[in-house]
C-alpha cells in the first residue's frame, strides 16, 4: 500500500512516498471473509429454523428457513426484538420472551422447547426445539442461540393414528363375540369386553404380552370352552 504527501525538504518542495506491506492484512480480511460466506452458507442451508440473539433478545443472525416461514427478510429483524418484530398473538410472544429470560437466568440449556406459532401464511405450526447460551471466549455470555424443528407433520400423522387406532377400538368393542389379537410371536395385544362377560373365569389371567398357548392351557385348566 502506497501513500504520498507534498513536504518541503531543505527550503525546497518535495514529496514524501510511504510504501508498507499489508499482504498480511489483505489476507487475513480475504480469511474473514470467506469464514463470514461459509458461516452464512450453512446457516442458511439447514432446514431448522436457527437464530442468534444478543442479551437483549435482539436478532443478531436469522436463516433462510426463519425468514420463508415468518415473511421477514433478514433486514428487516436483525438488532430489533421479537415484540417490535412480529404481528402475532400476543402469547406466543410473550412465550418466546420467557424462553430467553430463561436461557439467561439459569445460563443453560433450555430444551425440550414445544411451542406453537403463527407463520406469515396465518397458519400455526407445532415446533420443538432448544435455545442455549452463546459465550464469548472467556466464557462470558453474550447472547443465545436457538434452533426450532417443525414437527406439524409428525403431530398431524399422531393425531390421525390415535383418531385410527380409538374408531379400531370402538370396532372390536362393539362385536357381540369374544375377540382376541395376537402378534406375529402369537403373544396377546388386546381382546374386546366381551371376553369378560363370556369367559368370566379366564379373564383374571389375560395381559398384554401373554402367550396364546399359555391362554389355552388356562383356559383348558378352568374348564372354559373356547
Given at each position: 500500500?502506497?501513500?504520498?504527501?507534498?513536504i518541503?525538504?531543505m527550503?525546497?518542495?518535495?514529496?514524501?512516498?510511504?510504501?508498507?506491506?499489508?499482504?498480511?492484512?489483505?489476507r487475513?480480511?480475504?480469511?474473514?471473509?470467506?469464514?463470514q460466506?461459509l458461516?452464512?452458507?450453512?446457516?442458511?442451508?439447514?432446514?431448522?429454523?436457527?437464530?442468534?440473539?444478543?442479551?437483549?433478545?435482539?436478532?443478531?443472525?436469522?436463516n433462510k428457513a426463519?425468514?420463508?416461514?415468518?415473511g421477514?427478510?433478514?433486514?428487516?429483524?436483525?438488532?430489533?426484538?421479537?415484540?417490535?418484530?412480529?404481528?402475532?398473538?400476543?402469547?406466543?410472544?410473550?412465550?418466546?420472551?420467557?424462553?430467553?429470560?430463561q436461557?439467561?437466568?439459569?445460563?443453560?440449556?433450555?430444551?425440550?422447547?414445544?411451542?406453537?406459532?403463527?407463520?406469515?401464511?396465518g397458519?400455526?405450526?407445532?415446533?420443538t426445539?432448544?435455545?442455549?447460551?452463546?459465550?464469548?471466549?472467556?466464557?462470558?455470555?453474550?447472547?443465545?442461540?436457538?434452533?426450532?424443528?417443525?414437527?406439524?407433520p409428525?403431530?398431524e400423522?399422531?393425531?390421525k393414528?390415535?383418531?385410527?387406532?380409538?374408531?379400531?377400538?370402538?370396532?372390536?368393542?362393539?362385536?357381540?363375540?369374544?375377540?382376541?389379537?395376537y402378534?406375529?410371536?402369537?403373544r396377546l395385544?388386546?381382546?374386546?369386553?366381551s371376553?369378560?362377560?363370556l369367559?368370566?373365569?379366564l379373564l383374571?389371567?389375560?395381559?398384554?404380552?401373554i402367550a396364546?398357548?399359555?391362554?389355552?392351557?388356562i383356559?383348558?385348566?378352568?374348564?372354559?370352552?373356547?
Amino acid at each position: 500500500e502506497v501513500s504520498s504527501h507534498d513536504i518541503r525538504f531543505m527550503s525546497r518542495a518535495a514529496r514524501l512516498v510511504m510504501a508498507v506491506d499489508v499482504t498480511g492484512h489483505r489476507r487475513a480480511q480475504q480469511e474473514l471473509r470467506a469464514g463470514q460466506r461459509l458461516l452464512e452458507t450453512v446457516f442458511d442451508t439447514i432446514p431448522h429454523h436457527l437464530i442468534v440473539k444478543d442479551l437483549e433478545s435482539r436478532y443478531l443472525m436469522v436463516n433462510k428457513a426463519w425468514c420463508d416461514a415468518f415473511g421477514h427478510t433478514p433486514e428487516e429483524v436483525l438488532h430489533r426484538s421479537s415484540d417490535e418484530t412480529f404481528k402475532r398473538p400476543r402469547a406466543e410472544l410473550l412465550s418466546v420472551i420467557e424462553e430467553d429470560r430463561q436461557v439467561f437466568s439459569a445460563l443453560a440449556p433450555v430444551s425440550p422447547i414445544h411451542r406453537t406459532l403463527t407463520i406469515a401464511s396465518g397458519e400455526k405450526r407445532h415446533f420443538t426445539g432448544i435455545k442455549a447460551p452463546l459465550r464469548d471466549e472467556n466464557g462470558a455470555v453474550i447472547g443465545l442461540v436457538g434452533i426450532a424443528m417443525d414437527v406439524t407433520p409428525e403431530m398431524e400423522a399422531r393425531e390421525k393414528a390415535d383418531i385410527a387406532h380409538a374408531r379400531l377400538i370402538d370396532a372390536i368393542e362393539s362385536l357381540p363375540a369374544a375377540f382376541y389379537m395376537y402378534d406375529p410371536q402369537e403373544r396377546l395385544l388386546l381382546h374386546n369386553s366381551s371376553v369378560g362377560e363370556l369367559f368370566p373365569e379366564l379373564l383374571p389371567h389375560l395381559h398384554p404380552g401373554i402367550a396364546f398357548e399359555e391362554v389355552i392351557r388356562i383356559a383348558a385348566t378352568q374348564g372354559v370352552m373356547m
